[in-house]
T-cell receptor, first 118, second 116 residues
């Protein structure tokens, strides 16, 4: 089936503007993760969704960042009043949890959204 | 707390050489997963392998092999007869169950350049 998709692939915005990034997880995957990857660096966890449970927002860097997900479908990551330090690639990943299934709990990543804040 | 260390920031090898990427992890959990992901220049992270903490059996897949040693908390990745297409950033990751979900900690990555 289709993998994780993200849109837009690239976003250039001006400082102070709001942006919305979208993630379509793999069908049937109950868990969805957002990460940030600054240029030349590793992955920084932002937020996690599992089914209809309350999300784990412990990685969000400031209150300008928020995310929503309805059920086990699409998620949107919103950054308000963008700053230049928000420039990064935002990666989304999804996984399913199913006991000892071979591929359970393995995160599959989307292609990312490259955000540039001028 | 979990930690993953990839001490090699960048490695350059000549095509057909073998190369080993090191990964050392720290966790107090007895049950965990270890992963390797490849991030080619296109940017998309590609899953390579998942290893359960209870399974120390080494694995070989084509030119790729993985050496998991709990005694040294290492999960090293070897590419045999490297090719230019292997050029990418490789991430090692550790996953433990925390608060009902798999919390994943990534290393900082090793950039591999294979020179033709």
């Amino acid at each position: 089936g289709a993998g994780v998709s993200q849109s837009p692939s690239n976003k250039v915005t001006e400082k102070g503007k709001d942006v919305e990034l979208r993630c379509d997880p793999i069908s049937g995957h109950t868990a969805l993760y957002w990460y940030r990857q600054r240029l030349g660096q590793g992955l920084e966890f932002l937020i996690y969704f599992q089914g209809n449970s309350a999300p784990d927002k412990s990685g969000l860097p400031s209150d300008r960042f928020s995310a929503e997900r309805t059920g086990e479908s699409v998620s949107t990551l919103t950054i308000q009043r963008t700053q230049q330090e928000d420039s990064a690639v935002y990666l989304c990943a999804s996984s399913f949890t199913s006991g000892g299934a071979v591929r359970a709990d393995t995160q599959y990543f989307g292609p990312g959204t490259r955000l540039t804040v001028l | 707390a979990q930690k993953v260390t990839q001490a090699q920031t960048e490695i350059s090898v000549v095509e057909k050489e073998d190369v080993t990427l090191d990964c050392v992890y720290e966790t107090r959990d007895t049950t965990y997963y270890l992963f390797w992901y490849k991030q080619p220049p296109s940017g998309e992270l590609v899953f390579l392998i998942r290893r359960n903490s209870f399974d120390e059996q080494n694995e070989i897949s084509g030119r790729y092999s993985w050496n998991f040693q709990k005694s040294t908390s290492s999960f090293n990745f070897t590419i045999t007869a490297s090719q230019v297409v292997d050029s990418a950033v490789y991430f090692c990751a550790l996953s433990v169950r925390s608060g009902g979900y798999q919390k994943v900690t990534f290393g900082t990555g090793t950039k591999l350049q294979v020179i033709p």
